[in-house]
């Protein structure tokens, strides 16, 4: 691991507060040269979470950790650090403690653990959870395949939660997963257990249901000539192909033709039926209907929406500026973000950088600068702003989006009629996890 990977939780922003303090408790024990103690300090972190679960304002937890969300479900920490710790030997070792990165796992452990047979939904992120950061789902990924095949056999909802906001374009999604959606197919999977599979585009605001598309056609597989309706009832032929019986069978030539009578010729033609399994959108009314409790991002005011994006878009061109960025500023209905600028923007800035790639720190620093922009606006302004956002680092670019994963996964629920001890996200942030946003 380096600390320019995108998922590494080094920069102060990206920390979690929760894990910070796990890090630190479990690094008395190891200063201590205690690290038998492990198993118990989990033991006890998984009673502070049961006890802020039934208490979350006046918990002892809350007093540690602040920052800490909500816990829908138990965790099951000590017996994920006993199975973690069985595979990896943590406490064997002698002169490095556990890290960030092994108490999250131990944390993703215990949440899988805990939900268990409950499970009913699942989302996932795309880049960097379902496929490589900016690439797409890769064929030869046939563990992680089958692992969502079952699940969706099995009637569990299964929603790749995306940044990506291609709107209703749905050829667009289903470039991203095409060789996922093959998978479908080869596995004969029935139309109710791909119908389980969904796509949630920007954010939260551009839902898809896959669904098992069938097909027929006639194709021409060969030509019959005859001389009249009685040869052809015999096997007399001069071209084409017949069923696999009549290939078993002797062919007698036919006879020659005689100059009064006309040739007959017969197209033979097969039916062939083909699937594939294409993502078609959600209607608003169904995913997001009056009488469903979740958030509906569909019908936030759009002056609000334009005023976030009107502000960030306005910070991305000074930070550029500032900067010698040699990056573009792209708008889009529900987001706006920076990204490297081609050739074309060396002629801009002669002297600068991020013509192929920006600088992490660079994308960092577009990050919290927006953040700090849209923050300043909302103080000026009487009342604030109520619409949630997500500004982030995407490795390659740095985006706003209105709206956030969060948003999404609740307003599923709505739709499904779940509640959230049913459902489990799974992403690369440590702050996309279910136990710490939602």
């Known amino acids: 691991s ?65 920052s800490v969300g909500k816990f829908h479900t138990p965790l099951a920490l000590h017996d994920a650090f006993r199975s973690y710790d069985e595979k990896y030997s943590v406490s064997k070792r002698r002169m490095i403690p556990p890290s960030v990165n092994e108490i999250r796992h131990i944390l993703n452990l215990a949440q899988v653990m805990s939900i268990g047979k409950n499970l009913r939904m699942i989302s996932f992120d795309g880049d960097q959870t379902l496929y490589s950061d900016g690439g797409n789902f890769d064929a030869a990924n046939s563990e992680l395949a089958l692992s969502l095949i079952r699940l969706l056999c099995h009637g569990v909802k299964v929603v790749m939660v995306t940044a990506a906001g291609y709107k209703l374009d749905a050829p667009k999604y289903e470039y991203r997963i095409q060789e996922l959606l093959n998978r ?9 257990q791909v ?28 030509t019959l000539s005859s001389i009249s ?66 958030p509906k991002p569909f019908y936030w005011p759009q002056e609000e929406v334009n005023e976030i994006l009107d502000t960030a878009e306005a910070m991305m061109h000074q930070t550029i500026a500032e900067l ?19 050739k074309e923007m060396c002629s801009v800035y002669p002297v600068g950088h991020g013509s192929r790639k920006l600088k992490q720190e660079a994308l960092d620093e577009i990050v919290l600068r927006v953040m700090e922009a849209i923050r300043e606006k909302q103080k000026r302004k009487k009342g604030g702003n109520s619409l ?10 740095a985006w ?39």
């Open 388 to 397: 949630p956002y997500c500004v982030f680092n995407g490795g390659k670019d």
């Open 324 to 342: 010698k960025l040699r990056a573009k500023v792209l708008r889009k209905e529900k987001s706006v973000g920076v990204f490297p600028g081609g």
């Open 229 to 294: 309706e009685d040869d052809c009832a015999t096997s007399e032929r001069c071209s084409g192909k017949f069923d696999a019986e009549d290939e078993q069978k002797e062919t007698v030539p036919p006879p020659p033709p005689i100059a009064s009578q006309p040739v007959i010729h017969h197209k033979i033609t097969r039916k062939l039926i083909t699937q594939r399994a294409r993502l078609f959108p959600v209607p608003i009314t169904e995913w997001q209907a009056d009488h469903l409790t979740g």
């Open 2 to 66: 380096t600390p320019y990977r995108r998922n590494y939780i080094l920069p102060s922003h990206r920390k979690d507060g929760l894990i910070e303090w796990m890090k630190e408790m479990l690094n008395h024990s190891f200063a201590l040269n205690a690290k038998e103690s492990y198993a118990d300090t989990m033991l006890f972190f998984e009673e502070l979470v049961e006890e802020c679960r039934h208490n979350p304002s006046s918990s002892r937890l809350k007093t540690f950790v602040p």
């Open 184 to 192: 479908f197919v080869d596995e004969q999977m029935t139309a109710e």
């Open 195 to 222: 119908s389980n599979f969904y796509v949630l585009g920007g954010e939260c605001h551009y839902l898809l249901q896959c669904k098992l598309v069938t097909t027929e056609a006639e194709v021409a597989v060969g």
């Open 400 to 438: 706003i989006d209105v709206g956030n994963k969060s948003i999404g996964v609740a307003s599923l629920q709505a739709f499904f009629e779940l509640s959230p001890e049913q459902c489990l996200h799974v992403g690369d942030q440590a702050s996309d996890f279910l136990f710490v946003r939602l």
